[in-house]
Structure formats: C-alpha cells, structure tokens
Antibody, heavy 122, light 108 residues
Framework: QVQLQESGPGLVKPSGTLSLTCAVSGGSISSNNWWTWVRQPPGKGLEWIGE???????NYNPSLKSRVTISIEKSKNQFSLKLSSVTAADTAIYYC???????????????WGKGTTVSVSS | SSELTQDPAVSVAWGQTVRITCQGDSLRTYFASWYQQKPRQAPVLVIYGKNNRPSGISDRFSGSSSGSTASLTITGAQAADEADYYC???????????FGTGTKVTVL
C-alpha cells in the first residue's frame, strides 16, 4: 500500500525558503491522482497549501500562491514544496497526502504522511 | 465564498449520537470529505463523496448533505471518537480545496 514520508529542514530563517519533499513508496507518483500539501500551525486547524498532478499541473491556495511552488520528480517518485519569504506565521506541521478526484463533485485525501514540523526562527 | 464553517466544539454522551455540521456555499455543488484528527497524529479520512467510508472505518460514521450544509454523524459515540473533525471540499471556483474550521468532539 502507498506510504508517504515528508522530509526537510526543521528550522528555517525568516525571509528564507522552506523546502520539503514527500517520498512516495508502494505506488507510483504517476498514478491517476493528485498529490497535496497541507499544514497545521500550532494549536490551529488544517490549511490546504496546494496540489499537483503527475502531468505537472498545479493549483495553489490563493492566500499563498505568490510564495508557493509544488513540483514533481518522477525519477525519484517524490514531490516537493517550496515556500518563499517565510515568517513566523509559516511555523507549522506540514503534511503531504494522496488526493483522489474520482468525480467532478468530490475529492478526498486517503493517505497521509506523518507530518514534519517546521519552525521559522532566527 | 471559499469558507467552510464548523461549530468549534460539541459534546456527546457515551453511546449517543452526535452530528457535526459544515456550512459553505460550495457545498451546494461539491460533496465534503471528513477527517478525524487525534492529538499529535495525522488526519484520517472517515467519510468521502455522498456517503462513503474507507476500508477500516467504523459504520458508526456516516455522511449526508443538504443545500449548503454537509454533516458527519457519529452513532453510538465511544471514547475513541474523541478528536478534532474537519470537513474539506472544493471552493466555489472548483480550483482550490478548503478545510473547515474544525470541530472538537468530546465524549462524556
């Protein structure tokens, strides 16, 4: 079965770029589904960051769009998140997830990574 | 509107039924999916589509939708159901996903 594992630096300096990778095991990054990033600030709710299809087509949260890039690396069976110009408000647990859109009327995220904590601090 | 609104907290007596609601204009077009999150754990999908449960999710969880409101019902609540619950759906543009504000469920 598909498993996801996030990795990346746990500490990023303000104004720097947060870079995370999600490794996909037990399945192909080129399968017929989207791949998604979600974050959760300490003590707060879930926030959708964006999604990417294996074709490279991506959608981003409008509130983050100017700072976010999600990319896919087929040769490594992984996808990545880059968030630029970070501030303390970007401190959060970052999750990657597999997302299905079997019909135009609904989506769901059925497999999640365990999450990785990223703190923004000097 | 791109917002999905949930009650911050609900409580339910052990063995009773609780309904968690999620309100948003986009729910007139899209079904919600529902996620259970326990402390220090990743979210878990419990309901998706019209009323589908992933393998391994108890049939005590069910979903429904009417107008701009989606609902998650837990029948026969147990201590293990204590968690935060989030709805998720497309926004009205259809190009973005959005999570609800979350509901903390306490089983008394």
């Amino acid at each position: 079965q598909v498993q996801l594992q996030e990795s990346g630096p746990g500490l990023v300096k303000p104004s720097g770029t947060l870079s995370l990778t999600c490794a996909v095991s037990g399945g192909s990054i080129s399968s017929n589904n989207w791949w998604t990033w979600v974050r959760q600030p300490p003590g707060k709710g879930l926030e959708w960051i964006g999604e990417i299809y294996h074709s490279g087509s991506a959608n981003y949260n409008p509130s983050l769009k100017s700072r976010v890039t999600i990319s896919i690396e087929k040769s490594k069976n992984q996808f990545s998140l880059k968030l630029s110009s970070v501030t303390a408000a970007d401190t959060a647990i970052y999750y990657c997830a597999r997302e299905f859109s079997p019909e135009s009327s609904y989506d769901y995220m059925d497999v999640w990574g365990k999450g990785t904590t990223v703190s923004v601090s000097s | 509107s791109s917002e999905l609104t949930q009650d911050p907290a609900v409580s339910v007596a052990w063995g009773q039924t609780v309904r968690i609601t999620c309100q948003g204009d986009s729910l007139r077009t899209y079904f919600a999916s529902w996620y259970q999150q326990k402390p220090r754990q990743a979210p878990v999908l419990v309901i998706y589509g019209k009323n589908n449960r992933p393998s391994g999710i108890s049939d005590r969880f069910s979903g429904s939708s009417s107008g701009s409101t989606a609902s998650l019902t837990i029948t026969g609540a147990q201590a293990a159901d204590e968690a935060d619950y989030y709805c998720n759906s497309r926004d009205s543009s259809g190009n973005h996903l959005v999570f609800g504000t979350g509901t903390k469920v306490t089983v008394l």
